[in-house]
Structures are given as structure tokens and as C-alpha cells.
């Protein structure tokens, strides 16, 4: 299972970026799937989920500025980021909790990440 995730950039605040990962690979199913981020000397941290049924879960902080939207077919979950802080600089990773094959385990599968930067 391969993540690659795309859209980030430099863009100045107050702006927009919208972020996007693709899952290829032998995937049976994908149950949640999601955004994280981590900036310099900071812990990752959550950015939005998704439920395969389309239940969301936001940090407080991205609350009415982030949307997280999933393409089950395509299997892609999708960050629009707008509204950008200078904090909002990170490294965004896209994460989608996974099954290979029918009786496989569920388990995590990560992007490579990709970087924003909102500069003030």
C-alpha cells in the first residue's frame, strides 16, 4: 500500500491550499482516513478524519478553516485549508487505517508527507 500525498506549498496567510492523497496498491478496505501534521520541534499532531461513512473529526484549532472530503472509489482523501495562520506551517501527512485483503488486519498506512508553509 503506497500514500502519496500532494498540493503543498508556500502561500501567504490568510490563503488556501487544498492538500490530496492518493492510496494505491492491494487495498480490500479502508476504514478512517485522515490529515496530520507535525511542525519543526513539535510532536505530530491530528488534523482531521474522516470515517469511511463520512463522520469527520477536526482539531479545535481547524475547526471552520480545514474540510476533510474522501473518494471512496478513488480512494483519495482531500484537505482544503483555508483561512492559513503562519502556525499552520508543517509537514502534512496523510495516514488511512487499512485492510489488504479480507482477512487481513486492519492497520496503519502513512504518506511521505508533504510541506506548507504560510508565511506572515
Known amino acids: 500500500v503506497q500514500l502519496q500525498a500532494s498540493g503543498g506549498g508556500l502561500v501567504q496567510a490568510g490563503g488556501s491550499l487544498r492538500l490530496s492523497c492518493l492510496a494505491s496498491?492491494?487495498?480490500?478496505?479502508?476504514?478512517?482516513m485522515g490529515w496530520y501534521r507535525q511542525a519543526p520541534g513539535k510532536q505530530r499532531e491530528k488534523v482531521a478524519l474522516?470515517?469511511?461513512?463520512?463522520?469527520?473529526d477536526y482539531a479545535d484549532s481547524m475547526k471552520g478553516r480545514f474540510t476533510i472530503s474522501r473518494d471512496n472509489a478513488k480512494k483519495t482523501v482531500d484537505l482544503q485549508m483555508n483561512s492559513l495562520k503562519p502556525e499552520d506551517t508543517a509537514v502534512y501527512y496523510c495516514?488511512?487505517?487499512?485492510?489488504?485483503?479480507?482477512?487481513?488486519?486492519?492497520?496503519?498506512?502513512w504518506g511521505q508527507g508533504t510541506l506548507v508553509t504560510v508565511s506572515s
Open positions: 496498491g492491494n487495498i480490500f478496505s479502508i476504514s478512517d
Open positions: 495516514k488511512i487505517q487499512a485492510r489488504r485483503t479480507m482477512l487481513a488486519s486492519s492497520r496503519e498506512y
Open positions: 474522516i470515517g469511511s461513512g463520512g463522520l469527520t
